[in-house]
């Protein structure tokens, strides 16, 4: 093990996003699925020239094209800062082992990310390498932000959690709509395995949309996509008795109650027809229940300068 310099941790686009937002890499810990070899972080001295094929078989033992997500990103660490890992053998595969989390912050390390052509880029940090933003990192836009911003934005990074979302689909959001309230998940068995409450992160809508159902639900699939229709925005001072949990390397919050609108300040905005998020506002603003935006000036003309028919028919009931 002497002769290893580097040791190297491969993942997804979405898993290094919440790592980038933990600053750490959790260890594995289900020893019947991806940690086969005992708890820990795994990771090999395999670099990026290496073959894509010879990586997946190597650290998954299987070569698929469901696999190729699992090498989006890879972060490079001296094997100097990892005291205690392992070298171990499955068959032809060589693993090394890391019994605990990774804080980045006692390490030294550097990643880079395939391009859109499936080649890797350039090593550097979080900001170069830009994950949060699909790629390229524009400095300059990030700089605008942090210096022109909003002040709840300002506040957020200073004081830690200042808002909290509660992301749902249209037709659950019809009917907090009609209760004015956001009801609590009750059924431990299935949607609320970390206990009775209302379930929100602290991941806003400008968060990749695999990465917001991988850390709100576990797992990221098509069917899946329509709990993120629709998001509603809560300061977490509204929200006494609220609780930070983990499950795995998910980071969720859990409010204990049924969260009545009436007492809270909240906005929310939903998903165009393109899949991106829209401005935030109420109810009426983004038109909930006339199937989208909500064109005022149309409903105006309607009232106004409708039929004769059309005005008899408001009048007369």
């Known amino acids: 093990m002497s002769g290893v310099q580097d040791l190297y941790h491969y993942t997804s686009v979405a898993a290094a996003e919440l790592i980038k937002r933990d600053n750490c890499i959790r260890k594995s810990t289900g020893t019947k699925a991806d940690a086969v070899l005992g708890e820990g972080v795994y990771l090999t001295d395999l670099s990026t020239s290496t073959d894509d094929d010879v990586l997946l078989a190597n650290n998954y033992g299987r070569v698929t094209a469901s696999m190729k997500s699992k090498i989006e990103v ?3 660490i001296p094997a100097a800062d990892l005291p205690g890992f392992r070298r171990k053998r499955l068959g032809s595969r060589v693993i090394y082992l890391y019994p605990d989390d ?38 300059g836009g990030l700089l605008a932000r942090w210096l ?57 809508t400008s968060t990749d949309d695999d990465v917001l159902l991988a850390n709100n639900y576990g797992r990221v699939t098509a069917s899946i996509k329509s709990k ?84 008899e028919k408001t009048a007369s009931g």
């Open 74 to 76: 890879c972060f490079r």
């Open 102 to 139: 990774i804080d980045l912050e006692n390490v030294h390390y550097e990643l880079c990310k395939k391009d859109k052509n499936g080649g890797w880029g350039e090593w550097g940090d979080w900001i170069t390498i830009g994950l949060l933003v699909g790629g390229a990192l524009v400095l």
């Open 148 to 204: 022109g911003g909003s002040e709840k934005e300002k506040e957020k990074t200073a004081s830690g959690v200042q808002d909290l979302y509660h992301y749902t689909s249209m037709a659950a959001a019809e009917l907090i709509k009609r209760d004015n309230c956001i009801r609590k998940s009750t059924c431990t068995k299935t949607d609320a395995v970390l206990g009775e409450g209302v379930y929100l992160t602290d991941l806003s």
């Open 228 to 311: 993120i229709e629709v998001c509603f925005r809560i300061p977490a001072a509204d929200l006494p008795g609220l609780r930070r949990k983990r499950l795995g390397s998910r980071v969720i919050y859990l409010y204990p109650d049924d969260i009545d609108l009436e007492n809270v300040h909240y906005e929310l905005c939903k998903k165009d027809k393109n899949g991106g998020w829209g401005e935030w506002g109420d109810w009426i603003t983004i038109g909930l229940l006339v199937g989208g935006a909500l064109v005022l000036g149309g409903l105006l003309a309607r009232w106004l300068g409708g039929s004769e028919k059309e005005k």
